[in-house]
C-alpha cells in the first residue's frame, strides 16, 4: 500500500519547477509577457501567458534552448514569503496575479519563489532546491492553445504552452513514440475504417453504432451476462427518465445536476438518469426482503446521459450516452468483506480474459460529500481489509471517493503503456438510509442493508473503445466482426468459395466471400486492411484436392489445409478467447 499523494511527488515537483523555467524563458525572449497560472499536469506541465504577439511552432526550440540555458546553470529555486500589501506592490502591473492575491485573506502571507536572483512568481510551491535537479528531465513544447483566463468565457482568451517532461530524455522519446503509435490507433480513426460507429454532427456525443459495431458490442454483453448468470447476479432494466424527488432524495440532484439533462412532463420536474443506481434502489425496496435474500445481487446494463462539454468529446472515450455495466449488490454488514472479494475477484477474471494489466487505487471520502464520520470510516475499513486479505497491491488516492462512498478504482494498462480508469466498487451506507431500505434480520427486526456499487468495463462504449486502440483494431477472433473472408483466385473458382463460405456460415462463423473479378492480391490487401483475423483463398489447385490456403494475421501462411482441421481450429481459438 502507497499514497498516491507521494507516489509521484519529485516528478511533480520538477514539472512543476520547469513551468517557472519556462516562465522566465518566456519572459527573457517576450518582455511583455503577462504570466498567470503554469500547473504541472499528468505528462507534463503547461503555463497560461497573456501576449500579444501569436507564439508559433517556428519559435518552440528557441524557447526549449532558453530553459536549457537556465537549468545548465544551477539556478536555485528559493521561497519567499511577503505580506498581501507587499505582494500587490511587486505584482502591481499584473492583473491576472493580482486579482488571486486579492482574494486570499487579508492577513494572509504570500509565497513567491525565485528561480536564480532576476526572476520570482507567485506560487504556493512546492518545487525541487535548484535546476541542477533538472539538468537529465527530458522536456518539450508540443503545442500552444488558446484558454479563456480561468476557463471562463467572458474572461480574455490566453495562450497556453504545453510541454511534456519526463525524468529522462529516453523517457520523453518514448512517450513521444507513443503518441505517434496512439494517432495510427485512434478509435475515432479505427472507427470510421472498420465502420465500427459514427458520430453525427446532429448528436456530438452521441454515438451511433454501425453493424460492424454491433457484432462486437453484442459480443461483450453476451459475455457480461454470462459471467454475471454464472455469479449469481439477476439482470433488470430501470426506466431512462425519472422524477426529480427520486434524485433529490438520491442526492444527485443537488450534487450532480449541472451534469443532468432535465425535462417537465405534467409540470413536475424529471430527469435523464446519469446513473443506474437510484433505480436499482427502487426494484430492491419494491418487495419486502429477509436476510435470507441477501446478498442480493442486481445487474442491469442500463443506457445513461451525462451532459459533457464539447471540447472534452472524443470518439468512444468521452461521450453524453453510454451504457454502464453496472450491478447493486445489497448485503448485511457481516457480508462486506466476502461481497468486495467476490467482486474484485470476477473484476480480475474479466480483465485476464482480455489480456489486460491493472493497478489498484482506493479513494477516500471527499470534501464534498454526504454521511457521518464513523459510517465513512467504516466503509474505509472494509475495503481496506478485502484488499489486504486478498494480497492487492494498491495505492491510496485521498479525497477522490464518490460522495456518498469511497471506491476502489481498477487502471487498466494498455497495449500502449496508457492506462484507463475502468472497473470500480463503491461502498455505500447512504442511500440505504436516504431511500429507508430495509430487511428483516434473524432477531426479528427491521435493519438497513449495505449497498456495493460496481461496474467491471465501466461503460461498454468506453471499454470497446479502449479495446479498438488496444487491438489496433485487430480484434482476436472471438471478438473480430468478420472472422474469416474466403477469396476465390479466379471466377472459374467462385462456386467452390462459395461451398466454403456457406459451410462456415452455416456453423455459426462470421464469414464473407469476394468472388469479385479482381487481382487476387487487390483482394487480399482489401481485406488486410479490415483486419479480418483469416484469410482462406482457393484456386485450381485447392478445388481439385479439396483443401484450402489460408493466410492468418502474423504473416502466417499455410496451404494444403483440410477445412474440417481448419474449423476445428477456429472453434478451439474462439472457444478458449484466444488473444
Known amino acids: 500500500m502507497e499514497i498516491k499523494n507521494e507516489k509521484d511527488m519529485e516528478l511533480e515537483k520538477a514539472r512543476h519547477s520547469l513551468a517557472h523555467v519556462l516562465a522566465k524563458a518566456l519572459v527573457k525572449l517576450y518582455p511583455e509577457t503577462k504570466l498567470t497560472i503554469g500547473p504541472a499536469i499528468e505528462d507534463g506541465f503547461y503555463y497560461d501567458i497573456d501576449l500579444s504577439h501569436s507564439i508559433t511552432p517556428d519559435e518552440f526550440k528557441a524557447i526549449e534552448k532558453q530553459m536549457q540555458e537556465i537549468i545548465n546553470k544551477g539556478e536555485e529555486f528559493k521561497r519567499v514569503v511577503v505580506s498581501k500589501e507587499k505582494a500587490l506592490q511587486f505584482f502591481k502591473d499584473n492583473e491576472y496575479k493580482t486579482e488571486i492575491i486579492n482574494e486570499l485573506p487579508e492577513n494572509e502571507e504570500v509565497s513567491l519563489y525565485y528561480t536564480g536572483e532576476d526572476f520570482f ?166 418487495e419486502p426482503h429477509s436476510y435470507r435474500d441477501l446478498p442480493l445481487r442486481i445487474g442491469e446494463l442500463g443506457l445513461v446521459h451525462r451532459h459533457e462539454k464539447s471540447g472534452e468529446l472524443g470518439g468512444l472515450m468521452r461521450v453524453r450516452a453510454f451504457t454502464q455495466d453496472d450491478a447493486h449488490i445489497f448485503m448485511t454488514p457481516s457480508q462486506i468483506k466476502s461481497e468486495i472479494k467476490n467482486v474484485v475477484d470476477l473484476i480480475d477474471q474479466v480483465y485476464k480474459i482480455f489480456n489486460f494489466k491493472y493497478h489498484v487505487e482506493l479513494s477516500t471520502r471527499p470534501e464534498n460529500s454526504i454521511g457521518s464520520d464513523e459510517d465513512w470510516e467504516v466503509a474505509t475499513d472494509a475495503l481496506k481489509s478485502a484488499l489486504d486479505e486478498l494480497g492487492k497491491d494498491y495505492v491510496i488516492n485521498e479525497g477522490d ?160 489445409l483440410i477445412l474440417k482441421d481448419f474449423i476445428e481450429r477456429l472453434k478451439n481459438e474462439i472457444n478458449s478467447k484466444k488473444i
Open 121 to 286: 512568481d507567485l506560487c504556493r510551491g512546492p518545487h525541487v532546491d535548484s535546476c541542477k535537479k533538472l539538468q537529465n528531465y527530458g522536456f518539450k513544447i508540443h503545442s500552444i492553445n488558446g484558454a479563456y483566463w480561468r476557463g471562463d468565457e467572458k474572461n480574455k482568451m490566453l495562450q497556453r504552452v504545453y510541454c511534456y517532461a519526463f525524468k529522462t530524455k529516453k523517457e520523453l522519446a518514448d512517450h513521444i513514440a507513443m503518441l505517434e503509435e496512439a494517432k495510427k490507433r485512434d478509435n475515432r480513426k479505427l472507427g470510421k475504417e472498420l465502420k465500427l460507429f459514427m458520430i453525427s454532427p446532429e448528436g456530438p456525443g452521441f454515438p451511433f453504432y454501425l453493424p460492424n459495431g454491433m457484432i462486437v458490442r453484442n459480443i461483450l454483453i453476451d459475455f457480461w451476462r454470462e459471467i454475471h448468470r454464472k455469479a449469481g447476479y439477476k439482470e433488470i432494466s430501470t426506466p431512462i427518465m425519472l422524477s426529480r424527488h427520486l434524485w433529490e432524495t438520491s442526492g444527485h440532484w443537488d450534487h450532480y445536476k449541472a451534469n443532468m439533462y432535465t425535462t417537465k412532463i405534467d409540470d413536475t420536474d424529471f430527469a435523464i438518469k446519469p446513473m443506474n443506481c437510484p433505480g436499482g434502489v427502487l426494484v430492491y425496496k419494491n
Open 401 to 560: 471517493g464518490a460522495f456518498y462512498g469511497p471506491k476502489i478504482d481498477f487502471h487498466l494498462t494498455d497495449a500502449l503503456g496508457r492506462t484507463w480508469q475502468c472497473g470500480t466498487i463503491q461502498l455505500d451506507f447512504q442511500l440505504p438510509q436516504r431511500f429507508e431500505l430495509e430487511y428483516t434480520a434473524e432477531d426479528g427486526e427491521k435493519h438497513r442493508p449495505i449497498m456495493i456499487h460496481r461496474v467491471i468495463y465501466g461503460s461498454i462504449d468506453r471499454f470497446m473503445g479502449i479495446l479498438i486502440e488496444h487491438f489496433a483494431g485487430a480484434f482476436p477472433l472471438w471478438l473480430a466482426p468478420e472472422q474469416v473472408k474466403v477469396l476465390s483466385l479466379t471466377e472459374r473458382n467462385n462456386d467452390y468459395a462459395l461451398s466454403i463460405k456457406n459451410k462456415l456460415f452455416d456453423l455459426g462463423f462470421r464469414v464473407e466471400a469476394d468472388i469479385r473479378n479482381e487481382k487476387i492480391g487487390y483482394k487480399i490487401r482489401e481485406a488486410s486492411a479490415l483486419k479480418i483475423p483469416y484469410l482462406i483463398i482457393v484456386g485450381d489447385e485447392e478445388e481439385k484436392n479439396n483443401t484450402i490456403s489460408i493466410r492468418g494475421r502474423g504473416f502466417e501462411n499455410k496451404s494444403g
